[in-house]
């Protein structure tokens, strides 16, 4: 164990226990949020500074710390560059993120139309929330989120879902335009 005392494989072998042990999102969730916190605030056993170089071109940058040989469980180290963020999108699996470094800001959203036509979706805002160090967002499967940093430096934070967001089915909306298309990230590995 690290001297911060909970390294990402500490909090892969507790994750993967979790996922053993429970099917249920909500049971794997409740139990997921307190571990993504302490790994959030154990970052000193993680935290390399290369993960804080966010691609300018999506605007934040995405680093697999982990993932399942089938893609499942995966794990990721996510910077935003100052003033860029995340489309509104869901993930197509449960999430799990949890503030390491500066704040985010989050909006919610909720799918209104009824989803009858391919590329089309009205999305509404439900509420939003600043995400700061070791506040934990815990997201079941379908939720709809965007993400912000309306600050003027590089924040950071740790991410967790049910599967590698590149293999599941999901997407990005524009309430402007009403369009839903897919939403695959740049990820870069160990
Ligand atoms: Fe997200």
Not at 22 to 32: A, G, K, M, Y
Not at 36 to 47: F, I, P, T, Y
Not at 75 to 89: E, K, T
Not at 153 to 160: D, E, F, K, N, W
Request: contains cysteine; aromatic residues 12%; negative net charge.
């Amino acid at each position: 164990m690290s001297k911060a005392g909970y390294s990402i494989s500490n909090l892969v072998a507790d994750l993967r226990d979790i996922c053993a042990n429970f099917t249920d999102e909500h049971e794997i969730l409740i139990r997921v949020r307190p571990l993504a916190q302490r790994a959030a605030l154990s970052k000193d056993a993680w935290l390399e500074k290369r993960f804080y170089q966010a691609d300018s071109d999506q605007g934040f940058g995405v680093y697999l710390l982990y993932e399942e040989p089938d893609h499942r469980l995966a794990i990721f180290a996510l910077s935003w560059l100052p003033n860029r963020g995340a489309p509104p999108h869901d993930h197509g699996t449960w999430a799990v993120v949890a503030g390491v470094d500066g704040p985010e800001k989050n909006v919610f959203w909720e799918r209104v139309d009824d989803r009858s036509r391919a590329g089309y979706a009205e999305i509404k805002k439900t509420g939003e929330k600043v995400f700061d160090v070791g506040d934990v967002i815990a997201m079941p499967q379908g939720t709809i989120h965007s993400v912000w940093n309306e600050t003027e430096a590089v924040t950071l934070s740790l991410h967790m879902y049910g599967k590698h967001i590149n293999y599941t089915e999901r997407s990005q909306f524009d309430p402007k335009s009403r369009t839903q298309r897919p939403f695959k990230v740049k990820v870069t590995g160990w």
